[in-house]
C-alpha cells in the first residue's frame, strides 16, 4: 500500500505520468483553485486498472504565493496521508506541478517527515530546450529522502549540545533521529552506536558511576564495528578519548571498591564536574561541587592515617593536645563521645598531624577563609548570594593542592571529522 502527495500545474500530462508510473493506492492532490478543475481531466486519463481502485483526496491553495499559506496547506496533505493509515516509507511527494512557492512549500513541508521524493523531467521541451516539457516525453525522476544531508544540521546540533555539557539534551537529539524514517542505514548505524557513549558520559555527569562501564563497552564495540566496516579512521580520536576515560573509571572502580568508599579519584572527578558547570555558567553549581571536592580531600586524608580518622565520629585520642580542649569544646558529640569535624577543623587537624594536605591549607588558609565565606553566602548553600567567574577560578586554583590524581577530561565531538572517509577508501 502506498501514498502520492502530488503538486497540480496547468498541464495534466506531468501528473498522469507521474501518478501512471507510482500507482499510488492513495494520492492528495495538492493544487491551486484554478488547478483544481483538471484533476478530473487527470483522474480521466489514468489506466483503467489504476482508476478503479484509485482514493483521492484534494487540497486546495488559495494564494499560491505565499509561502506560508503553501507550506500549511502542504503541512494538511502531510496529515491527511498519515491519517489514511500510510507509513512514511510508503510515501511519495512529486513536486513538480504548481507555482516555484508551492513546490518549494511541500519540500519544506514534508523533508522531515521521511517521504521519497520525485520529480518529472522531460527529454525535449520547447524554446530551444529552455521552455516546458514537450507532451509525451516525460520522465519520472525517483529520490530517496535527503535526510541524511539534513542530518548534518541536526549532527551539528547534537555535537553542539554534547560540547557543551548537555548530555540529557544531546542523549534525546540522537534517539530523535535515530527514529526517523528514510534515514539511511549507514548513518542511523553510526548514531546507534553513537548513542550508548552519549548516554555513558550522561550517567558520568550525574555521578552514576555503576552505569557507565557497560554503556562505554556497548559503544565502543560498536563504534569500532562501523569504523572497520566503513574505513571511518576521524573516529580513532574520539575512540582514544573514551579509552583514556575508562582508565579513570577503572581507577576509581578499583580505588573506592566499586565506587562505595571516598577516593581521591572522587576528588579529582568532582573537579571536573565543577569546571563543565563553570563553562555552563552555573558558577555557584560549580563552587558547590569544589566544596565538596575540598571536604572530601580531607576526609580522603585522615581515613588514610593509622589509625583511620573518620570526620563524623573523631576519637579524643587521636586528636593532638594542642586542639583537644577546644575541639572538644565545639565540636564533641555527646551521645557518642567523640568529635564531629566540619572542613576547616578536619584540615586543622590534618595539620597538627603533619599531613602535607594540611600544611597545604594551612599555609593558604587566608585565602581559603575569603573564598569558603563566599561559598556559604551562596543562595545553594546558607546564603543568596550569587557568584561569578572570579570565585571559582580562584576556588579551583585554590584546590590544585588537594589532590595528585589526574582530571578526567571528556571528548569534544567533531562529527564532520568523524564521518570523513580515510583517503584510501574515498578512493575506492
Known amino acids: 500500500m502506498t501514498a502520492l502527495i502530488i503538486s497540480v500545474g496547468g498541464s495534466p500530462e506531468p501528473i498522469v505520468k507521474s501518478v501512471t508510473e507510482h500507482a499510488p493506492d492513495f494520492v492528495c492532490f495538492y493544487s491551486s483553485e484554478q488547478t483544481a478543475e483538471i484533476i478530473g481531466q487527470i483522474?480521466?486519463?489514468?489506466?483503467?486498472?489504476?482508476?478503479?481502485?484509485?482514493?483521492?483526496?484534494?487540497?486546495?491553495?488559495?494564494?499560491?504565493?505565499?509561502?506560508?499559506?503553501?507550506y500549511e496547506k502542504a503541512t494538511e496533505c502531510g496529515s491527511i496521508?498519515?491519517?489514511?493509515?500510510?507509513?512514511?516509507?510508503?510515501?511519495?511527494?512529486?513536486?513538480?506541478?504548481?507555482?516555484?512557492?508551492?513546490?518549494?512549500?511541500?519540500?519544506?513541508?514534508?523533508?522531515?517527515?521521511?517521504?521519497?521524493?520525485?520529480?518529472?523531467?522531460?527529454?525535449?521541451?520547447?524554446?530551444?530546450?529552455?521552455?516546458i516539457v514537450v507532451d509525451g516525453t516525460e520522465v519520472v525522476h525517483r529520490g530517496e529522502n535527503p535526510w541524511d544531508i539534513l542530518a548534518l544540521g541536526e549532527g551539528q546540533r547534537i555535537e553542539w549540545t554534547f560540547n557543551h555539557h548537555h548530555f540529557e539534551v544531546a542523549v534525546q537529539l540522537v534517539e530523535d533521529l535515530t527514529r526517523r524514517e528514510g534515514l539511511s542505514s549507514r548513518?542511523?548505524?553510526?548514531?546507534?552506536?553513537?548513542?550508548?557513549?552519549?548516554?555513558?558520559?550522561?550517567?558520568?555527569?550525574?555521578?552514576?558511576?555503576?552505569?557507565?562501564?557497560?554503556?562505554?563497552?556497548?559503544?565502543?564495540?560498536?563504534?569500532?564495528?562501523?569504523?572497520?566496516?566503513?574505513g571511518l579512521v576521524g573516529l580513532d580520536p574520539l575512540l582514544a578519548a573514551v579509552e583514556d576515560n575508562k582508565k579513570f573509571l577503572d581507577n576509581l572502580q578499583q580505588d573506592s571498591a566499586g565506587f562505595k568508599r571516598m577516593s581521591a579519584f572522587h576528588v579529582a572527578d568532582?573537579?571536573?564536574?565543577?569546571?563543565?558547570?563553570?563553562?555552563?555558567g552555573k558558577y555557584d553549581d560549580a563552587i558547590a561541587r569544589l566544596y565538596r571536592a575540598l571536604e572530601l580531600a580531607a576526609q580522603i586524608a585522615l581515613l588514610h592515617r593509622d589509625p583511620p580518622i573518620e570526620t563524623d565520629k573523631v576519637l579524643l585520642q587521636s586528636v593532638p593536645s594542642s586542639l583537644t580542649s577546644e575541639f572538644k569544646a565545639r565540636?564533641?558529640?555527646?551521645?557518642?563521645?567523640?568529635?564531629?569535624?566540619?572542613?576547616?577543623?578536619?584540615?586543622?587537624?590534618?595539620?597538627?598531624?603533619?599531613?602535607?594536605?594540611?600544611?597545604?591549607?594551612?599555609?593558604?588558609?587566608?585565602?581559603?577563609?575569603?573564598?569558603?565565606?563566599?561559598?556559604?553566602?551562596?543562595?545553594?548553600?546558607?546564603?543568596?548570594?550569587?557568584?561569578?567567574?572570579?570565585?571559582?577560578?580562584?576556588?579551583?586554583?585554590?584546590?590544585?593542592?588537594?589532590?595528585?590524581?589526574?582530571?578526567?577530561?571528556?571528548?569534544?565531538?567533531?562529527?564532520?571529522?568523524?564521518?570523513?572517509?580515510?583517503?584510501?577508501?574515498?578512493?575506492?
Open 187 to 230: 548513518v542511523r548505524t553510526f548514531y546507534q552506536a553513537l548513542l550508548p557513549l552519549m548516554r555513558g558520559y550522561l550517567y558520568w555527569d550525574r555521578f552514576e558511576h555503576q552505569k557507565i562501564g557497560r554503556s562505554f563497552a556497548e559503544g565502543t564495540k560498536e563504534l569500532k564495528r562501523y569504523r572497520d566496516t566503513t
Open 270 to 280: 568532582l573537579q571536573a564536574n565543577a569546571m563543565r558547570r563553570a563553562e555552563e
Open 331 to 428: 565540636y564533641l558529640d555527646r551521645d557518642t563521645a567523640t568529635l564531629k569535624l566540619p572542613l576547616v577543623a578536619a584540615y586543622r587537624l590534618l595539620g597538627a598531624l603533619d599531613d602535607p594536605v594540611g600544611h597545604h591549607f594551612r599555609s593558604r588558609f587566608d585565602e581559603y577563609r575569603v573564598i569558603l565565606a563566599a561559598r556559604n553566602s551562596s543562595i545553594l548553600a546558607h546564603g543568596v548570594a550569587v557568584h561569578g567567574r572570579e570565585a571559582f577560578e580562584k576556588f579551583l586554583d585554590l584546590m590544585q593542592g588537594t589532590t595528585a590524581e589526574p582530571l578526567p577530561r571528556f571528548p569534544q565531538l567533531d562529527l564532520l571529522v568523524a564521518l570523513k572517509p580515510s583517503q584510501q577508501l574515498a578512493a575506492r
Open 43 to 70: 483522474k480521466a486519463q489514468l489506466p483503467e486498472s489504476l482508476r478503479g481502485r484509485l482514493r483521492n483526496r484534494n487540497v486546495i491553495v488559495e494564494s499560491v504565493e505565499d509561502l506560508v499559506t503553501c
Open 81 to 131: 496521508v498519515e491519517g489514511q493509515g500510510f507509513a512514511p516509507h510508503d510515501v511519495m511527494v512529486d513536486y513538480t506541478g504548481g507555482t516555484k512557492t508551492m513546490s518549494a512549500a511541500l519540500v519544506l513541508a514534508t523533508v522531515a517527515r521521511g517521504y521519497k521524493f520525485s520529480y518529472v523531467s522531460g527529454t525535449h521541451r520547447t524554446k530551444d530546450g529552455v521552455g
